[in-house]
């Protein structure tokens, strides 16, 4: 049996544990998950320096060492998210649905965890510790596949994770790690429909293919996020120009982070001139089409294929649409079905952006960035789908359950 096999079958049986365990006893895992991240900080960062300097040498990208890196404040947050996801109701035996049919059979529909998952993802730690936090409170075991450029802190995360297994008597099969950087694991992780019920991946949209195409387990996609703002004819200008510059440099290398702004041509005069130059001093670089050019100066021309594009870098497109229409045409058609959002003064425009926009969140006059699942009071997320089954949006503790039928009957028999 090969290591990829051998800690799926024990995740498979530590689900088995898990399906039943009391929420008291999960909820003192939590705890303890996060008090030994609170004493482990200082190693966690040493180790995290060790991954930063190998992926710094690797060449790596910014963006992505930006995505690696750990620091005392991250931590901190990382610490907070297990806290609130201990505070959060357990999901786990709630009845959705209960009636009585005519023939006396009393039928509950009740929630249940899902079982054995695998998460699959790239460069960032902390998701290490929500996925695994958010799958042990919705009584769900868990295979883990970081990025080879994290290997080390994800490695002295899970090591964290397997201390608080211990300390409340917990097997440590729960939670269990692929410490290789062979993609091979990836392949042979795919491959374990036989003990995995589940694979979620986050990561690039070449990843997410590849899972998809090749999975033999199900699969809930960590989708891109190709995310807009549109600025409408009636927009609060000033407010808009917050918004923008929000959603593209806050921290422009996460997926809810804006790529493209698309402004109605009523306003583009004045607005344009305002928000490119904020943006420029960001050092965000401008791909325009050409009405946007024929206003600013300081963009290159926009390619077809950058309206299809998630940057994850200081790069936005910008287009001038006519309306409100071309501007929902444009975004179902390119985008990626993340987040997308309107700044409108129009309660009608606000509502019907709200109605034809097919994403996974929608939002009017606010940031992208919202879209998250501390931000949204899930706790923390496993992940943000952008697909309609069985997940969509930011994915907390009941998207990581599933249901069942429970029938009390008294003799009945069908006839």
């Known amino acids: 049996m090969t290591d990829v096999e051998s800690k799926a079958v024990n995740v498979k049986k530590a689900s088995e544990v898990l399906y039943n365990t009391p929420t008291a006893k999960k909820n003192a895992l939590l705890r303890a998950i996060a008090a030994q991240l ?47 996801v201990f505070k959060l109701p357990d999901p786990v035996g709630e009845i959705l649905e ?29 998701v290490t510790i929500d996925a695994a936090v958010l799958c042990l409170k919705a009584g769900n075991a868990v295979l883990l596949r970081g990025g080879s450029e994290a290997i080390r802190t994800n490695s002295k995360l899970v090591e964290i994770i397997k201390k608080a297994l211990k300390n409340v008597g917990l097997t440590s099969g729960c939670v269990e790690f692929l410490d290789t950087p062979d993609r091979k694991a990836v392949a042979e992780m795919l491959a374990q429909d036989r003990y995995l019920d589940v694979i979620i ?3 690039s949209h070449k990843l997410i293919e590849y899972i998809r195409k090749t999975s033999s387990v199900p699969v809930i996609a960590h989708g891109e ?3 807009h703002v549109y600025v409408d004819s009636t927009a609060d200008l000033h407010a808009a120009a917050d918004i923008v510059y929000n959603a593209k440099v806050q921290r422009p290398s996460v997926c809810n982070a804006a790529e493209k702004l698309l402004v109605h041509e009523k306003i583009a005069k004045a607005f344009l001139p305002k928000i490119s130059d904020r943006l420029k001093l960001a050092s965000v670089e401008l791909r325009a089409d050409k ?7 300081n963009a290159r021309q926009a390619t077809e294929e950058d309206w299809y594009r998630e940057y994850l870098d200081l790069i936005i497109g910008i287009k001038v649409v006519k309306g409100i229409d071309e501007a929902i045409e444009h975004i179902n058609h390119y985008g990626s079905h993340h987040s997308d959002s309107i700044v ?5 425009n606000g509502e019907r952006f709200l109605r034809e ?50 029938v009390h009957g008294s003799g009945q028999i069908r006839k």
Not at 291 to 297: C, G, M, R, Y
């Open 38 to 84: 609170k004493r482990e900080t200082d190693r966690i960062l040493k180790v995290n320096l060790l991954d930063l300097a190998a992926a710094r040498k690797s060449g790596l990208s910014d963006v992505l060492v930006d995505r690696l890196t750990l620091t005392e404040k991250r931590i901190a947050q990382m610490t907070t998210g297990v806290e609130d």
């Open 98 to 126: 209960r009636k009585k049919r005519p023939n006396g059979l009393l039928i509950e529909k009740v929630r249940v965890p899902i079982g054995a998952v695998g998460i699959i993802y790239e460069s960032r730690p902390n």
């Open 201 to 203: 991946p986050r990561g």
């Open 225 to 227: 996020g190709n995310c």
């Open 291 to 297: 009405k946007t050019l024929s206003i600013i100066k």
């Open 344 to 348: 409108t003064g129009t309660k009608k």
């Open 357 to 406: 926009v097919d994403s996974a969140a929608v939002y009017v006059n606010a940031s992208t960035r919202f879209t998250d699942g501390f931000e949204f009071g899930l706790g923390a997320e496993i992940g943000i789908s952008t697909q309609k089954l069985h997940a969509r949006g930011p994915m907390g503790l009941a998207e990581l359950t599933t249901i069942k039928y429970v």
